[in-house]
């Protein structure tokens, strides 16, 4: 399959989050990364925007009943950008794990300014 997108992460934020995680986990994140790279159009199942936010999307991990997310931004429209991931426990995702989400956006743009 050609690779239609770039996925990168941003720092050392997603890394760390992957490790955690079963290998399961860790092959089922790839799968899903996989798809952002190379589906012309990524279905809302595995890539959802993030209502009231400026461009956040959260890729959608699910494996028997557990559910992670891995926040992330287009850059560019070409490029994604991976941020934080956390293990979803509830209906909600937690506004704090947003409010994380969009200060790491801010500060990759505030970053990309200075280079």
Not at 30 to 59: C, D, M, N, Q, V
Not at 98 to 112: P, T
């Amino acid at each position: 399959m050609d690779q239609i997108r770039k996925v990168v992460a941003y720092k050392d934020y997603f890394e760390i989050f992957l490790k955690k995680q079963p290998i399961k986990v860790q092959n089922k994140i790839y799968k899903i990364i996989e798809a952002i790279e190379t589906f012309e159009r990524i279905p809302e199942s595995y890539l959802k925007l993030i209502k009231g936010t400026k461009g956040l999307y959260e890729a959608r991990i699910s494996l028997a009943s557990n559910i992670w997310r891995v926040f992330c931004f287009f850059d560019k429209g070409k490029l994604v950008i991976l941020l934080n991931g956390f293990t979803k426990k509830t209906k909600k995702t937690p506004k704090r794990e947003i409010e994380k989400a969009i200060r790491l956006m801010k500060e990759y743009y505030e970053n990309k300014k200075e280079e």
